[in-house]
């Protein structure tokens, strides 16, 4: 099956740094990837939708310059949440379409970020 | 606004009984996706329906997409404990060409032995 991963799937930074999330599709090549928060015993929030050669497609009230998104290649998408802030910790998930069908998408195991 | 309804949220049953998770919509979806995470973890896809009326078996799981592609349901047959999780219906909109999938608000199933 399609495999996603996630690096680190913890992290715990002081306030006013920048952290980087990693998500790689590793036996699929992925033109698009997603990235979602999730609050405890809450559903999943899309952020924004990562292109690859393109500039991410934001979700309205998500913003742009606090969560850099990068898609470097089709394996390979970052997250980086830019002067984080005790309010920006929460669960992080990315996920990546497999295949020719558009409406399959696979998640990677999350990244659970804490800023102190 | 395409929303899903998902319903109930919170459910909390013994080993054995029955249940079902449903999912509503007043929109029609192009495709339904069903979901279970565990916590701490992402979510993993259980199963994918396209077409209305579709019916897919999963051992003790039952998916049903509704005739007008609008709603969907879970049904669980004598629930285990291992059944207990965040169950999450996902959908994408016929028009949509980007393969952005709507959420549901969850259920969070607990079973308990």
């Known amino acids: 099956g399609a495999v996603v991963s996630q690096h680190p799937s913890w992290v715990i930074c002081k306030s006013g740094t920048s952290v980087k999330i990693e998500c790689r599709s590793l036996d699929f090549q992925a033109t698009t990837m997603f990235w979602y928060r999730q609050f405890p015993k809450q559903s999943l929030m899309l952020m924004a939708t990562s292109n690859e050669g393109s500039k991410a497609t934001y979700e309205q009230g998500v913003e742009k310059d606090k969560f850099l998104i990068n898609h470097a290649s089709l394996t390979l998408s970052t997250l980086t949440v830019t002067s984080a802030h005790p309010e920006d910790s929460s669960f992080y998930i990315c996920?990546?379409?497999?295949?020719?069908?558009?409406?399959?998408?696979?998640f990677g195991p999350g990244t659970r970020l804490t800023v102190t | 606004t395409q929303l899903l309804e998902q319903s109930p949220q919170f459910l909390s049953i013994q080993e054995g009984e029955n249940l079902t998770v449903y999912c509503n919509s007043s929109?029609?979806?192009?495709?339904l996706q069903w979901y279970r995470q565990e916590p701490g973890e992402g979510p993993v896809l259980l199963v994918t329906?396209?077409?209305?009326?579709e019916v897919k078996k999963l051992k003790r799981l039952t998916f049903q997409f509704g005739d007008a592609r609008k709603d969907s349901s879970l049904h669980i047959t004598a629930a285990q404990p291992g059944d207990t999780g965040l169950y999450l219906c996902?959908?994408?909109?016929?028009?949509?060409?980007?393969?952005?999938?709507?959420f549901g608000q969850g259920t969070t199933l607990q079973v308990k032995p």
């Open positions: 996920s990546a379409e497999a295949g020719s069908k558009t409406y399959e998408q696979y």
């Open positions: 329906v396209v077409t209305g009326g």
């Open positions: 996902a959908g994408t909109h016929g028009s949509s060409n980007t393969g952005k999938l709507i």
């Open positions: 929109s029609v979806f192009s495709s």
